[in-house]
């Protein structure tokens, strides 16, 4: 049983920058893919960006390529969403999720979400 809570979410406006972070419970935090998900109101949930287990690689929907870093710091079993040059697009409930394939869609786990929101 793996539990999320996310954090860092909050009201930006456009071009500025944000980090979600997201505290895992449990023992196997490393042999967790994790991941992020997002969802706009109306919208179905996307899978964001992703980070495997050892050895690590990544993935980003191609609307976040080169402004989203996803990392993860498995000595704290904390995962991260660097987000820069946000855009009003970006507005949505971010979830963090921890699956044990790849990629994790959908994952085993889900947090409660935390909202973003980004003014023009």
């Known amino acids: 049983q793996v539990q999320l809570a996310e954090s860092g979410g909050g009201l930006e406006q456009a071009g500025d920058s944000l980090r979600l972070s997201c505290a895992a419970s449990?023992?196997?935090?490393?042999?967790?893919?994790m991941a992020w998900f997002r969802q706009a109101p109306g919208k179905e949930r996307e899978l964001v960006a992703a980070i495997g287990w050892s050895p690590i690689g990544t993935y980003y929907i191609d609307s976040v390529k080169g402004r989203f870093t996803i990392s993860r710091d498995n000595a704290k079993n904390t995962v991260f969403l660097q987000m820069t040059s946000l855009k009003p697009e970006d507005t949505a409930v971010y979830y963090c999720?921890?699956?044990?394939?790849?990629?994790?869609?959908?994952?085993?786990?889900w947090g409660q979400g935390t909202q973003v929101t980004v003014s023009s």
């Open positions: 449990g023992r196997t935090f490393s042999s967790y893919a």
């Open positions: 999720a921890a699956g044990r394939r790849w990629l994790p869609r959908p994952p085993d786990y």
